[in-house]
């Protein structure tokens, strides 16, 4: 059997990201695959502060051991983005980017040292995410064949010199998309070791459209955005483009995610909050469409959760991921402007034909290149050559 050890910051029920959704959904396809898979990960459920959450120790999660280490210090988000900005801000040759590593966390030594003691039970490692302390710490603590899903898109953090180890020492990278793998190639000039294994989708075969409308108590036409309510979403933009279409379209603008910036209190404008999963893919399968204007995505989740319910996406064109994904499907519309997005959003909500049209090819284009087994096989037959299978 191949034991297999897995590092991500954060793992386990309630932890909300896409890099620690695609951990938990990979280490536990494996694991029931028939590998044996150990997860060594923090105490933190919450990605702003760290704060120290889960029980230190062992546990299992459907079949899945984890090892959590405590985080050695909390985060204070204002206090890192004013370090942050400094640090962006200064010439690259006066960074410690050692530091901003400390400061970005979850800082854990302890987890540092586990790996560093415990790597020779385990044949290989699979680590989750360029970006944070028990990666780029992580990696030269275990002497072992290492493959990274990066999940990198195009940010400051990846043009530092303390990255290039972190591209460097994998003998595998797995990638998301195509243009997640390009930039990479771009800004590392590497080409042997490339995967495009994209992940997987889960979605319930019966979805009741009427579900979230009926809890939510919405009777007219809305369109959706799941995810994250926070600056540097591109939501500012959605807002002003909403006030010019409420002027024409009786259409109401619902938000789902944890909100960590202030919604407009205008008519029409719903925060829905947290929902559970059934009335999630409800809210996308009643959508008039869905909306996801981050330019900053290294996959989008909730664009193939959209698709897969045959809801055509209005996306942000700067997202090199987002456009793969529509361009390939042809399961919704680009803006890259302000008028784009009024215009996208006009298109859309004035032809119920053009807009079944667009599911249609969002639901075939989830169905062939976001199959869990598919995925799950691709990944296992790489974890086998590295193993020396």
């Not at 999940?151 to 797995?174: G, N, W």
């Not at 456009?323 to 008028?339: F, I, K, N, R």
């Amino acid at each position: 059997m191949i034991r297999v050890g897995a590092v991500v910051q954060r793992y386990g029920d309630g932890v909300v990201g896409g890099a620690e959704t695609l951990a938990r959904d990979v280490c536990e396809r494996l694991n029931a695959s028939g590998f044996d898979v150990t997860v060594f990960t923090t105490t933190a459920r919450d990605y702003i502060t760290w704060e120290n959450e889960f029980a230190a120790g062992e546990s299992i999660l459907r079949g899945v051991r984890i090892l959590r280490f405590p985080v050695a210090e909390q985060r204070n988000i204002s206090s890192f983005n004013r370090f942050s900005e400094a640090f962006f801000n200064a010439p690259p040759h006066d960074r410690d980017e050692r530091r901003w590593i400390l400061e970005q966390g979850p800082r854990s030594p302890d987890l540092l040292r586990a790996l560093e003691t415990d790597y020779q039970d385990y044949e290989v490692f699979l680590f989750f995410t360029y970006l944070y302390f028990p990666t780029v710490l992580g990696m030269d603590k275990v002497d072992r064949p290492i493959a990274l899903f990066p999940t990198a898109h195009d940010e400051p953090p990846l043009y530092l010199k303390i990255m290039q180890r972190v591209f460097e020492r994998p003998e595998r990278l797995f990638f998301l998309t195509g243009a997640e793998q390009k930039l990479v190639q771009r800004v590392f000039g590497r080409s042997q070791g490339m995967d495009l294994v994209r992940t997987g989708i889960t979605f319930p075969a019966e979805v009741d459209s009427e579900l979230f409308r009926r809890k939510q108590l919405i009777f007219g036409s809305y369109m959706l955005y799941a995810g994250r309510i926070e600056r540097g979403k591109g939501l500012e933009a959605v807002f002003d483009a909403y006030s010019s279409l409420r002027r024409h379209h009786l259409v109401d603008l619902v938000l789902l995610g944890r909100r960590l910036m202030e919604i407009p209190e205008a008519e029409g404008i719903r925060y829905a909050g947290y929902v559970s999963e059934l009335e999630k893919f409800s809210a996308f399968r009643g959508a008039a469409f869905s909306l996801q204007p981050s330019s900053l995505e290294s996959l989008s989740i909730t664009t193939l959760e959209s698709f897969a319910q045959g809801t055509p996406v209005l996306a942000n064109r700067r997202s090199p991921a987002l456009s793969e994904h529509v361009d390939l499907s042809g399961g919704g519309l680009l803006y890259a402007d302000p008028a784009e997005l009024v215009g996208g959003a006009e298109r859309l909500l004035s032809s119920r034909r053009l807009r079944l049209r667009m599911g249609e090819k969002g639901r075939a284009y989830v169905c062939r290149y976001f199959d869990w087994e598919k995925v799950t096989q691709s990944i296992r037959a790489a974890i086998l050559q590295l193993a020396g299978n």
